[in-house]
T-cell receptor, first 112, second 114 residues
Framework: SQQGEEDPQALSIQEGENATMNCSYK?????LQWYRQNSGRGLVHLIL?????REKHSGRLRVTLDTSKKSSSLLITASRAADTASYFC????????????FGKGTKLSVIP | EPEVTQTPSHQVTQMGQEVILRCVPI?????FYWYRQILGQKVEFLVS????????KSEIFDDQFSVERPDGSNFTLKIRSTKLEDSAMYFC????????????FGSGTQLSVL
């Protein structure tokens, strides 16, 4: 089954605006992570939120987690052109699993 | 900051040929992974490796694939007989703790099978 679905699939905003991306998942989780991928490059870890946390901040990033709805959101405030990238949520696939499963990602374009 | 290193950055091969993709994980890390990403698609898990053995693998990781940690620093992915559909970006990743924490990714090897 498809896990870690982000929406929207693509998002285009003006520099200075806020960008919100959402993620849904199906299994129980220990934590949920967000990664960023610049075009043609590797993934870079942005932030990790544990299942007993509801909100976490890191610089211009704010992540929320609602385990009852099995959903998370990533907010980037005051976006910059350099934030243009794809953003993926990811989680470990279940009890005893070493597999970090990624969603399809949101492609964010920030227009200067 | 320590990083995961992958070589080569690009590999072109003929269908049916064997390829070996190489990775040097971060030195004190314990868990090693290979993922792949077909152009425009999601990042797919291939295999995880811990304590010198495969801990988990996906359906993609069939008998044509193998992994090895030959010398305590390198971590390799071998595809025995490449197919056109193996064309993808292959990412190596590692992590350092028993807990389910973040992964550190290399920049990837773009494999093109002709």
């Amino acid at each position: 089954s498809q896990q870690g679905e982000e929406d929207p699939q693509a998002l285009s905003i003006q520099e200075g605006e806020n960008a919100t991306m959402n993620c849904s998942y199906k299994t129980s989780i220990n934590n949920l992570q967000w990664y960023r991928q610049n075009s043609g490059r590797g993934l870079v870890h942005l932030i990790l939120i544990r299942s007993n946390e509801r909100e976490k901040h890191s610089g211009r990033l704010r992540v929320t987690l609602d385990t009852s709805k099995k959903s998370s959101s990533l907010l980037i405030t005051a976006s910059r052109a350099a934030d243009t990238a794809s953003y993926f949520c990811a989680h470990y696939s279940g009890a005893g699993s070493y597999q970090l499963t990624f969603g399809k990602g949101t492609k964010l374009s920030v227009i200067p | 900051e320590p990083e995961v290193t992958q070589t080569p950055s690009h590999q072109v091969t003929q269908m049916g040929q064997e390829v070996i993709l190489r990775c040097v994980p971060i030195s004190n890390h314990l868990y090693f992974y290979w993922y792949r990403q077909i152009l425009g698609q999601k990042v797919e898990f291939l295999v995880s490796f811990y304590n010198n053995e495969i801990s988990e693998k996906s359906e993609i990781f069939d008998d044509q694939f193998s992994v090895e940690r030959p010398d305590g620093s390198n971590f390799t992915l071998k595809i025995r007989s490449t197919k056109l559909e193996d064309s993808a970006m292959y990412f190596c990743a590692s992590r350092d703790r028993v807990g389910l924490e973040k992964l550190f990714f290399g920049s990837g090897t773009q494999l093109s099978v002709l």
